[in-house]
């Protein structure tokens, strides 16, 4: 018995032209702009079973975050990113922070 299978064109992958960012899209300081990536699930789970990676990169500074996540759930997502957030701010104050100068 032979099957014929229907091709759906419209799930076929497109290529896309995208031009480059222009140079100001660039951060001008910490935690301005962040690039998130997440990866997994991992084909052998990692202790504690985790299977996700969560990395997270600042624009400004380059420096990079990881978080291994046993889930994608958007709240385990949520509290990780919140986690990055309180750790890369007690890093790098805002500059008002920094002088101690207040407006007003």
């Keep these: 018995m ?5 091709l759906n064109t419209t799930a076929l992958p497109v290529q896309q032209h995208h031009d480059p960012f ?16 997440l990866s997994g699930p991992a084909h052998v789970p990692g202790p504690g079973g985790v299977v996700y990676c969560l990395t997270i990169t600042d624009d400004f500074t380059r420096w990079h975050w990881l978080k291994l996540l ?3 759930h958007e709240e385990t997502i949520l509290e990780a990113f ?3 957030k309180a750790m890369a701010e007690a890093q790098h104050p805002a500059p008002s922070m920094q002088t101690g100068d207040h407006p007003g």
Aim: net charge positive; no cysteine; proline share 7%.
């Design 70 to 72: 046993t889930n994608k």
């Design 2 to 6: 032979s099957r014929r299978l229907a």
């Design 22 to 37: 222009p140079a100001s899209s660039h951060a001008s300081h910490p935690l301005e702009l962040v690039h998130t990536y």
């Design 82 to 84: 919140k986690e990055y």
